[in-house]
C-alpha cells in the first residue's frame, strides 16, 4: 500500500508540475460553459433584412416598420432593382429581401389581396425557414390589425414546455459538457500519458520494478479520476449558480453517475494506451474515435432522432450517450434510480467489457 | 534549397514509415466527413407525438388523421390517463403530448372555439420550440379545413377578408438541404484540426525524443528546419483538402459554383497560418501531451465561435467581436460564398487580407520564439 502511494505521489507530481496543462484543466470548463451559456445560440436575433419598395405607399411604410420593430430583424439596406438581390446577398450578410409588388396599397383596398415576395438566403437552411416564418408572422400579424372584426382563432392552443420552460439552451449542453471534459481528462490524457511512458522507455523501468502491471496503471489513473471529478463538480456549479441549471434529482446519484462514467473513460483510456505504441497513435486515436463521436454522435448537440438508422445504431455504442441521457433525467427532470437502471448498467457493461480487453491485450513484456 | 529538399525527404520518410499514423491521416478524414455530415443535422423531423383524447368525436378523429398523415409527427402513443402521458415524457418516449379535454367537438360548435394543450419536453429547446410551431401550423390547417366541412352549421362567417399573400423562395439552396450548407464547413474543421494537430505533435516529438537536439547541432539553419518541416505538412494538408472535395462533391453532391482555383488560393494561405499555429504551440510546450491539450482547448473555441454550428450573427455582439479574431471563421466564410454562392476574389478580398496577415505574424512568432539550443 505504501509503495502504491508513493507511486500515486509521482503521478501527481506530473501533472501538478506542468502549470499550463492545470491552467487548462481548469480554465477549460469554466470557458467552455460560458461559451455555451451566452454565445452560442440557435435563436435568431437582428437577422438582417433589405426591402425592394415597387410602391412606398403607406401600407408598405407600415409592413417595414413593423417588420424593423421586432427584435429579429434589423435594416441591411434599401434596394431599387431586382438585380440589386443578388448583389446585396453576396457578401452573406443580409438574409432576407422582401419584394412589394407596385400598387401594393391599392390592391390591397381594391381587389382585398397584395403580394409580398420573400427571398430569402438558404446558403443556411435553417436561418432561412426561420426569418421567413418571422417574416410571416409578422405580416399577417400587421393584417389582422387592420381587420379590427377579425373574429377569435377557432382553436385555442395553449402550450406548455415541461422541463425547460424558457427554453434555455444551456440546459441541454450542460450534461454533454460534463461527458466531453471526462472524455478528455480520462480517456485521452491518461491513453496519452500511459502511451508517453511506452514511448520514452521509462514503462521498462515501471515494469521492473516489484509493483504489479495492475498496480502501476492503477496509479496512473488516481490522480485523473481526482482531476475530472473536480472538473464535473466545476461544471455542475457554475451552471447551476451563474446560469440557474436546477438539479432536480438526487445529488448522490448524479455524483455516482458521473463517478461511474469517469471510470468508464478511464477504461476506455487505458484500452487504447494498450493498443498504441506511441503518443500520436494514442492521440489520433482518442482524437478521432473518442471526441468526435463523443460530441457528435452522443446528441450533445444534434438530436439522435434526425441522424439516419446507421447512425443511430452506432450511437448505442458511443458510451457517452448513456451517460447523457442519465444526466439530463436526474437534473432536469428528477427521476430516479428506478428509471435509470438500463443506462447504469450498460454503462457497468461498457466498463467490464473495455477492461477485460485491455487486460487481454496488455503487454507485460517489451518487445 | 538543397538541405530543405533532403529535410522534406526525410519527413516524408518518416510519416510513410508509421504505418499507425498514415491511415489515420487518410482515412478517417473521410470517415468523418461521412459520420458528420450525416449526423450534423438540425432539421427537425419526426417528432414524436402521444395522443390524450378526452372527446373521441369525429372532429378529435379529424385532427389525428391529420397528424398521422403529417411528415412532421410520428404518433407514438395514446391513452387516457395524464399518468400514462407524464411517465412518456419522463422516459423520453415522447416530445410532445396531444391533449384534447372533453367537450372539445361541444364547444366547437356551441362556441365556436375550442382548447388543445400541448406538453412539450422542453430540454431540448429548439426541437420544442419548432414541434409546437409544427403543431400550429397543423391545428390551424386542421381549422380551416373543420371550418370548410362544419363552418355552415355555426355562426361565424368565413367571409373574404382583405388579405397580404406573401410568397417566399429560398436562394442558392432551393430544397433547403442541410449538408450543402454544412459539409463544407465540416471539411474546414476537418483540414483545420489535423493540420494544428500533427503540426504541434511533431516537432514536440523531436523536442520529447531527443532528436531536436541532433538536428540543432548540423548546419541547419533556422529557416530551413522550419521550410523542412512545413513543406511535407503543408502538402499533406493541401491533399487531405482534396480527397474531402471530391467526396463533397461526388457523394454529397455540393455545388462548387465559384472558382476551384480561389478555393485552392485560399486553403493554401490559410494551410502556412494554421501549420504555423501548431508550431507556435509547438515552441511554447515540452511533451505531446501538452501540445496536444492546448491546441485542443484553442481549436474548439475556434470551431465553436466560428460559425460552423451555429450562426455568428446570433451571438450577443461582445461574441461577435471576439469572432472577428478567429482565423477558422474567415475560412469558412470563404468556402460557403465561394462554393455555394459563387463569390469572385472581390467579395473575399478582406478575408484574404486577414488570412495573410495572420499567416505571417504566426509564422513569425514561431521562428522568432524558435530557439536552436537547449
Known amino acids: 500500500m505504501k509503495r502504491f502511494a508513493a507511486f500515486v505521489t509521482k503521478e501527481f507530481y506530473h501533472i501538478l508540475r506542468d502549470k499550463r496543462t492545470l491552467v487548462i484543466l481548469i480554465g477549460m470548463p469554466t470557458v467552455m460553459i460560458m461559451l455555451f451559456g451566452f454565445a452560442i445560440t440557435n435563436e435568431l436575433k437582428e437577422a438582417r433584412v433589405a426591402f425592394l419598395d415597387h410602391s412606398n405607399d403607406p401600407q408598405t411604410l407600415a409592413i417595414q416598420e413593423k417588420i424593423l420593430a421586432s427584435p429579429y430583424f434589423s435594416l441591411s439596406g434599401q434596394i431599387s432593382s431586382p438585380t440589386g438581390i443578388e448583389d446585396i446577398f453576396r457578401d452573406g450578410q443580409t438574409k432576407l429581401v422582401m419584394v412589394f409588388e407596385s400598387d401594393f396599397g391599392q390592391r390591397l383596398e381594391k381587389d382585398g389581396q397584395a403580394n409580398i415576395q420573400l427571398i430569402a438566403d438558404a446558403t443556411d437552411p435553417n436561418t432561412a425557414s426561420t426569418v421567413v416564418n418571422y417574416a410571416q408572422a409578422i405580416i399577417l400579424d400587421y393584417t389582422r390589425n387592420i381587420i379590427p372584426q377579425q373574429s377569435t382563432p377557432l382553436i385555442n392552443v395553449q402550450s406548455q414546455m415541461r422541463y425547460n420552460p424558457e427554453l434555455n439552451g444551456v440546459y441541454y449542453f450542460v450534461p454533454g459538457l460534463i461527458a466531453i471534459l471526462l472524455m478528455l481528462v480520462s480517456a485521452m490524457m491518461t491513453s496519452i500519458s500511459i502511451a508517453r511512458?511506452?514511448?520514452?522507455?521509462?514503462?521498462?523501468?515501471?515494469?521492473?520494478?516489484?509493483?504489479?502491471?495492475?498496480?502501476?496503471?492503477?496509479?496512473?489513473?488516481?490522480?485523473?479520476?481526482?482531476?475530472?471529478?473536480?472538473?464535473?463538480?466545476?461544471?455542475?456549479?457554475?451552471?447551476?449558480?451563474?446560469?440557474?441549471?436546477?438539479?432536480?434529482?438526487?445529488?448522490?446519484?448524479?455524483?455516482?453517475?458521473?463517478?461511474?462514467?469517469?471510470?468508464?473513460?478511464?477504461?476506455?483510456?487505458?484500452?487504447?494506451?494498450?493498443?498504441?505504441?506511441?503518443?500520436?497513435?494514442?492521440?489520433?486515436?482518442?482524437?478521432?474515435?473518442?471526441?468526435?463521436?463523443?460530441?457528435?454522435?452522443?446528441?450533445?448537440?444534434?438530436?439522435?432522432?434526425?441522424?439516419?438508422?446507421?447512425?443511430?445504431?452506432?450511437?448505442?455504442?458511443?458510451?457517452?450517450?448513456w451517460f447523457i441521457i442519465a444526466v439530463k433525467s436526474i437534473m432536469l427532470k428528477g427521476s430516479g434510480f428506478l428509471l435509470l437502471w438500463k443506462e447504469i448498467l450498460i454503462m457497468f457493461g461498457f466498463i467490464l467489457f473495455f477492461i477485460a480487453v485491455s487486460v487481454r491485450k496488455f503487454k507485460i513484456r517489451l518487445e | 534549397m538543397r538541405v530543405i529538399l533532403f529535410l522534406i525527404r526525410k519527413e516524408f520518410l518518416q510519416i510513410f514509415r508509421n504505418k499507425s499514423i498514415l491511415p489515420l491521416i487518410l482515412v478517417m478524414p473521410v470517415i468523418q466527413l461521412f459520420i458528420l455530415s450525416y449526423a450534423a443535422d438540425f432539421e427537425i423531423r419526426n417528432v414524436r407525438v402521444?395522443?390524450?383524447?378526452?372527446?373521441?368525436?369525429?372532429?378529435?378523429?379529424?385532427?389525428?388523421?391529420?397528424?398521422?398523415?403529417?411528415?412532421?409527427?410520428?404518433?407514438?402513443?395514446?391513452?387516457?390517463?395524464?399518468?400514462?402521458a407524464d411517465l412518456a415524457l419522463e422516459q423520453r418516449k415522447t416530445d410532445l403530448v396531444f391533449h384534447i379535454p372533453q367537450e372539445f367537438e361541444h364547444n366547437l360548435f356551441r362556441?365556436?372555439?375550442?382548447?388543445?394543450?400541448?406538453?412539450?419536453?422542453?430540454?431540448?429547446?429548439?426541437?420544442?420550440?419548432?414541434?409546437?410551431?409544427?403543431?400550429?401550423?397543423?391545428?390551424?390547417?386542421?381549422?380551416?379545413?373543420?371550418?370548410?366541412?362544419?363552418?355552415?352549421?355555426?355562426?361565424?362567417?368565413?367571409?373574404?377578408?382583405?388579405?397580404?399573400?406573401?410568397?417566399?423562395?429560398?436562394?442558392?439552396?432551393?430544397?433547403?438541404?442541410?449538408?450543402?450548407?454544412?459539409?463544407?464547413?465540416?471539411?474546414?474543421?476537418?483540414?483545420?484540426?489535423?493540420?494544428?494537430?500533427?503540426?504541434?505533435?511533431?516537432?514536440?516529438?523531436?523536442?520529447?525524443?531527443?532528436?531536436?537536439?541532433?538536428?540543432?547541432?548540423?548546419?541547419i539553419r533556422k529557416y530551413q528546419f522550419i521550410a523542412g518541416k512545413l513543406i511535407p505538412l503543408w502538402i499533406l494538408g493541401l491533399f487531405i483538402f482534396t480527397v474531402g472535395l471530391v467526396v463533397a462533391k461526388l457523394a454529397f453532391h455540393v455545388p462548387i459554383i465559384g472558382s476551384l482555383f480561389l478555393i485552392y488560393g485560399f486553403t493554401a494561405i490559410y494551410l502556412v497560418m494554421i501549420l504555423g499555429l501548431g508550431m507556435l504551440i509547438s515552441t511554447f510546450t515540452n511533451t505531446q501531451q501538452q501540445a496536444m491539450f492546448i491546441s485542443w482547448f484553442f481549436l474548439v473555441i475556434f470551431i465553436l465561435m466560428s460559425g460552423l454550428f451555429t450562426p455568428i450573427e446570433n451571438m450577443p455582439p461582445w461574441a461577435q467581436n471576439l469572432t472577428l479574431i478567429n482565423p477558422i471563421r474567415y475560412f469558412i466564410e470563404v468556402i460557403r460564398l465561394v462554393m455555394l454562392k459563387g463569390a469572385v476574389f472581390q467579395d473575399v478580398s478582406l478575408q484574404f487580407v486577414v488570412i495573410g496577415l495572420y499567416a505571417i505574424i504566426i509564422n513569425g512568432l514561431a521562428i522568432w520564439n524558435y530557439r536552436k539550443t537547449v
Do not use: C
Open chain 2, 111 to 219: 362556441e365556436g372555439h375550442a382548447d388543445i394543450q400541448l406538453t412539450a419536453d422542453a430540454i431540448d429547446g429548439t426541437k420544442a420550440g419548432l414541434g409546437t410551431y409544427y403543431a400550429n401550423l397543423l391545428i390551424q390547417d386542421f381549422s380551416r379545413d373543420w371550418l370548410a366541412k362544419y363552418g355552415s352549421n355555426i355562426h361565424i362567417q368565413a367571409a373574404s377578408m382583405p388579405s397580404i399573400v406573401p410568397t417566399y423562395s429560398f436562394w442558392y439552396n432551393q430544397h433547403l438541404n442541410y449538408k450543402t450548407f454544412m459539409v463544407p464547413g465540416i471539411l474546414v474543421m476537418l483540414v483545420t484540426m489535423i493540420g494544428a494537430f500533427i503540426s504541434a505533435m511533431n516537432i514536440v516529438r523531436e523536442k520529447e525524443l531527443g532528436t531536436i537536439e541532433q538536428l540543432n547541432v548540423t548546419p
Open chain 2, 50 to 84: 402521444f395522443w390524450m383524447d378526452d372527446d373521441q368525436s369525429t372532429s378529435s378523429r379529424m385532427l389525428l388523421q391529420k397528424i398521422q398523415a403529417s411528415d412532421y409527427f410520428q404518433l407514438v402513443d395514446q391513452s387516457f390517463s395524464p399518468k400514462a
Open chain 1, 197 to 321: 511512458e511506452k514511448e520514452t522507455g521509462t514503462m521498462e523501468v515501471l515494469l521492473a520494478s516489484p509493483m504489479k502491471p495492475a498496480q502501476i496503471i492503477l496509479a496512473k489513473v488516481v490522480p485523473y479520476v481526482l482531476l475530472s471529478f473536480l472538473d464535473a463538480v466545476l461544471i455542475l456549479t457554475l451552471g447551476k449558480f451563474v446560469f440557474g441549471v436546477p438539479i432536480l434529482g438526487s445529488l448522490g446519484l448524479l455524483l455516482g453517475v458521473t463517478l461511474l462514467f469517469i471510470l468508464l473513460a478511464l477504461s476506455l483510456g487505458i484500452l487504447i494506451s494498450t493498443v498504441s505504441p506511441n503518443q500520436q497513435t494514442a492521440l489520433l486515436l482518442s482524437l478521432m474515435g473518442l471526441m468526435l463521436p463523443t460530441i457528435l454522435l452522443s446528441g450533445f448537440i444534434f438530436p439522435i432522432e434526425n441522424m439516419p438508422l446507421p447512425l443511430q445504431v452506432i450511437s448505442n455504442i458511443i458510451p457517452a450517450r
